[in-house]
């Protein structure tokens, strides 16, 4: 088996985790074939970034502009090629650009048969609109199935996808990944709706944006989150508001289940720990109390080897349940905690697994052994 791997916007924020990531998963399978990466300018943070990926496994770097080759030659980077040549170098491309910028990327990795997998916060329908505006795009009917096809989520829908045979799929974002682990956790106990609010996090930790530590954005609506994660679990009803307040990491979830029948918080917290990517974070831990978001992030990630920091690839659920009892359903208050640079990686590298042919019976597995991505009670009931 064999896959050269492209990415777009190497050096982002889930973009380079999810190389490094994919870069693990790949060995561990045995997929032949070249990381390629393509480059922009030779500004510090991209220098660095190369370097760190040639010093770990080595990648094949293509320039963007012609005129930019020099620069990263005198740099010390080995130049393979140019842009077209990057995608015809390339059979799975992850596409990380910043919104709105993915359009000639996808255009060109179509017009040389490359399998595009996009990022959750990509516009399918402008993007659909834009290559039929453009016509250097043949549109089949199949190619419209994959712009209007449910989100990837591997957990949940890697075998349906693997029969579909898309040319395209779009992963889940970062806060519709970890509304569909817990999805996928609570439907087995009759979860018929998720309500609630997500807390966003302003911007990463490297992000300047003006934000009044006293002040919280609130959505009109529900947002898109709930929106994108009713595709893959249609039976489940999302109606989740998101918010924007003054933290960097991560983006917390105070969302309400609704379950049909009587479901008590411990048996919740049972299904939530054998829920493959998902981590259970005890209130109270001999007399320390886990109630802060700040710590509890610090306290999961120093029991951790993990190749860039923070790097959480789970979605962490404090067991601070809260039971309501409404007629004949209940409803359970939850917490969970997403750090939003990484939960989505495990999903995109499942994506270019999908891409390569790779067989769903040990998909999942493999990926959480090769990652350490962990499920279970925090901090010694864990497992890959």
Not at 77 to 88: H, L
Request: hydrophobic residues 40%.
């Amino acid at each position: 088996m064999k896959s050269n791997a492209g990415f777009v916007g190497f050096d982002g924020t889930e973009n380079k985790r999810t190389l490094l990531a994919l870069a693990q998963v790949k060995k561990a399978a045995g997929i032949e074939g070249d990381l390629n990466v393509l480059l922009r300018k030779p500004h510090g943070r991209a220098l660095s970034i190369v370097s760190k990926f040639n010093r770990l496994f080595g990648v094949k770097a293509f320039v963007s502009e012609t005129a930019d080759r020099e620069k990263w030659e005198k740099a010390g980077v080995k130049i393979e090629g140019g842009y077209d040549d990057f995608f015809a170098a390339s059979n799975f491309l992850m596409v990380g650009t910043p919104g709105d910028e993915e359009l000639p990327y996808v255009e060109a990795g179509l017009s040389h048969g490359c399998f595009v997998s996009l990022m959750g916060g990509a516009d399918r329908p402008e993007l659909l609109k834009g290559l039929a505006e453009s016509g250097k795009v043949k549109i089949s009917d199949e190619l419209k199935a994959d712009f209007a096809r449910e989100f990837f989520f591997g957990l949940e829908n890697y075998e349906m996808f693997q029969k579909a045979k898309p040319r395209l799929v779009q992963c889940t974002s970062c806060n519709t990944t970890g509304l569909s682990r817990l999805a996928l956790a609570a439907r087995p106990l009759g979860l018929t709706a998720v309500l609630g609010n997500i807390d966003r996090r302003h911007g990463d930790p490297h992000t300047v944006v003006k934000a009044s530590p006293s002040a919280i954005q609130f959505g009109k609506g529900a947002g898109h989150q709930g929106t994108d994660a009713g595709t893959v679990f249609e039976e489940v009803k999302f109606a989740v508001r998101a918010s924007k307040v003054p933290t960097t990491v991560p983006h917390t979830n105070f969302l309400n289940l609704i379950f049909k029948g009587s479901v008590t918080p411990a048996q919740l917290v049972e299904q939530l720990a054998k829920t493959r990517e998902v981590v259970v974070m005890p209130y109270q831990d001999e007399g320390k109390k886990h109630d802060w978001t700040s710590e509890i992030l610090e306290a999961f990630l120093s029991a951790v080897e993990r190749p860039i920091s923070p790097e959480i690839f789970e979605l962490i659920v404090s067991d601070a349940i809260i039971p309501f009892k409404l007629g004949d359903n209940t409803i359970l208050q939850t917490v969970s905690m997403v750090e939003q640079m990484s939960i989505a990686v495990p999903n995109h590298v499942e994506s270019y697994l999908l891409s390569a042919g790779y067989p769903a019976a040990d998909v999942h597995s493999l990926v959480d052994k090769s990652l350490g991505v962990m499920h279970g009670i925090w901090p010694n009931k864990l497992a890959c």
